[in-house]
């Protein structure tokens, strides 16, 4: 479980983030849904603990993110904004080499590589250099490297971007696996639909604010809208930055 309590950065004369909390709950899906430039990225980096807040709090599964950043980075499996993959290692290589940065003993990080090879449908790639991989298959790259120490929180950082509708549907199919083991899955879009199909609970983040933390249907009922869509224009205030 995630929990953010007022989290506050500015970076000179903006204001990225302006007091935002939320829950992000074991076994559900939590979408971070928000126009370019909302503060998502922002808010995510503070959570995995690469950026200090000015002011709040993050905790996870109940540790103090300022106080124990170890014990919170092994609770957490980031696939952050930058991707960066070593492109000299294979696929598998990628995913072993972080797991012998988590101290993992290599029996454990054989059985979860080949696992999360096939959760990720990428026996295809494993064995090939990740040098000019195309976007879909470093996106699977990333986030099997970073599930590899068996991470009760999940982070993604916009995990669609730049995938094709065949390869958005693994991820989506995914995504709900994570969830039915009972993780902790907080991801960031500013896709609609995709928040809508996925969500069970969506944070509406604008102008580093939270405008609205509900379920899909709640989230209808309180704006009165018949679609999500016009739920999240209204809520924002304009449908500029919103991808339907
Ligand atoms: N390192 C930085 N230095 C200066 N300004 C920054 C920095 N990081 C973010 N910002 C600013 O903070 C605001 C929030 O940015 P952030 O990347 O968190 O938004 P986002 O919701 O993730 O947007 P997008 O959907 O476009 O990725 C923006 O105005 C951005 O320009």
Redesign the pocket.
């Known amino acids: 479980m995630i929990e953010v309590k007022d989290l506050r950065k500015t970076?000179?004369a903006?204001h990225?983030v302006k007091g935002v909390s939320f829950t992000a709950r074991d076994g559900e899906i939590t979408g971070l849904l928000?126009p370019?430039?909302?503060?998502?990225?922002?808010?995510l980096r503070m959570l995995y603990t690469l950026m200090t807040p000015d002011a709040g709090q993050v905790l996870v599964d109940g540790v103090d993110a300022a106080a124990d950043p170890q014990t919170v980075r092994r609770a957490l499996g980031v696939l952050p904004d930058a991707r960066g993959l070593y492109k000299r290692l294979t696929a598998a290589e990628n995913i072993e080499y972080f797991g012998r940065l988590h101290g993992m003993d290599a029996a454990l990080i054989d059985r979860r590589r080949e696992a999360l090879i096939d959760a990720l449908d990428m026996r295809d790639i494993a064995t090939r250099r990740t040098e000019g991989f195309s976007q879909g298959q470093r996106v699977k790259t990333a986030i099997a490297r970073a599930l590899v120490h068996d991470p009760r929180n999940v982070l993604l950082d916009e995990p669609t971007n730049g995938l094709d509708v065949m390869a958005t549907r693994a991820m989506r199919r995914f995504m709900r696996q994570l969830k039915d083991e009972g993780r902790c899955v907080l991801f960031?879009s500013?896709i609609m639909q995709e928040v809508a199909a996925l969500c069970d609970r969506i944070v509406v983040i604008a102008h580093g604010r939270v405008v609205a933390d509900e379920s899909p249907d709640a989230l209808l009922a309180q704006t009165g809208k018949a679609n999500l869509e016009d739920a999240f224009v209204e809520l924002i205030g304009t449908d500029e930055g919103l991808a339907a």
């Open positions: 970076f000179g903006v990225a928000g370019n430039g909302a503060g998502k990225t922002t808010t960031s500013h």
